[in-house]
């Protein structure tokens, strides 16, 4: 399975979830799967954005991740009832879709 990968303005100390009040329903990401559950984020449920972390492929996103600073992170969709649960290890990261 692989998910869109939403790039978002994040810090390693704050909080994971970063938004949990999206509605997909006239977005072109509705349909694409949970990074949690794996089922449709079909635009019927809240949607969260899930910070995973910098990318692996980019050494200076991954020093300011280190470094806890602000930086440009990876980001995945969940439903907002699995969002709290979602476990960025469990990922696969590749492929991935940047929009
Ligand atoms: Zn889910």
Known sequence: MTYPV?????????????????????HPLAGTPCAHCDGPLDGQDPVAIVAVGPAPDDPAEIE????????SA??????DVCAPAFDPA???????TRR
């Open 64 to 71: 300011r991740h280190d470094e806890g600073r602000w930086y």
């Open 74 to 79: 990876d980001g995945v969709l969940c439903h």
């Open 6 to 26: 939403i790039p978002i303005r994040w810090q390693r100390d704050a909080p994971r979830v970063v938004r949990d009040d999206l509605d997909l329903s006239e």
């Open 90 to 96: 469990t990922l696969t990261r590749a492929p991935v």
